[in-house]
């Protein structure tokens, strides 16, 4: 699999995102089957796709290479992740939840920052590297983008609606893809992936709690404020180091 990943980036990426997206069929066609709420699957699928995800790292022995150790570099790049994570609460504040439903939210989109950042960022990107920065980051975050569309299995979403989410799932991963190549390290980006989602959640901006929608324009600024400071900050991207750092 890693000489096939060395070889044919561009066809082992692809690959590997249908198989990602693939795990979280067979619970879907169980639960629908049954005819049983599709809520645990918000769990359920996350962890399942970290198990995926971290599995294939591990199989190639790119963990270490994905970042999953201490060393970090640049971290004076996470500025802008970091109160971005905030946003929503910074904005609308929160609204009252219940601990368990704090708790199995907390949980999902914990393994949501793994799942996802495991493998856009670690086994996508890193495969990706090889044809260069610029191409690997928008080829990574055009996927990155395309898999949000199974949030249409839990929510209803207009056309507009679906077309701000992708910009704004395409702007993310420009900004996380880019703080990952400068920091050499994927712990943040899980950590601050996890806040970023969760606070949406416990603001009532986003989710199944929406109390009031995030707000279009704001979202849309961000997206391109979000690709812009990514561009800036891949200007200094050291590639060669990465593609050179031991596997483990």
Known sequence: MRKFADNRPVVFSIGIFVLSAAVALPFVLVFKVLGLELEPLRLIIPIADSIFAIGVL?????????????????IHVLWYPVALAFVPVFMFGTIELSSDIIVFYGLALLFTGVSEEALSRGII???????????????????????????????????????????????????????????????????LHSIHD?????????????????????????????IAYGVFIARKIDTAALLEMPRS
């Open 58 to 74: 591990y199989y190639l022995g790119w963990l270490k290479l994905t970042g999953f150790s201490l060393a970090i570099r640049d």
């Open 125 to 191: 990107l890193r495969a990706m590297l090889q044809k260069g920065p610029w191409t690997a980051l928008i080829f990574m975050s055009v996927l990155f983008s395309v898999g949000h569309f199974s949030n249409l299995f839990f929510e209803d979403f207009t056309g507009l609606e679906m077309a701000e989410k992708l910009l704004n799932t395409f702007g993310f991963s420009i900004l996380y893809g880019a703080v990952f190549l400068r920091t050499f390290n994927i712990w943040p980006l899980i950590i």
């Open 198 to 226: 969760f606070s949406f959640l416990t603001s009532g901006t986003a989710g199944p709690y929406t109390v009031e929608p995030f707000p279009l324009g704001v979202s849309i600024a961000i997206a391109i404020v979000s």
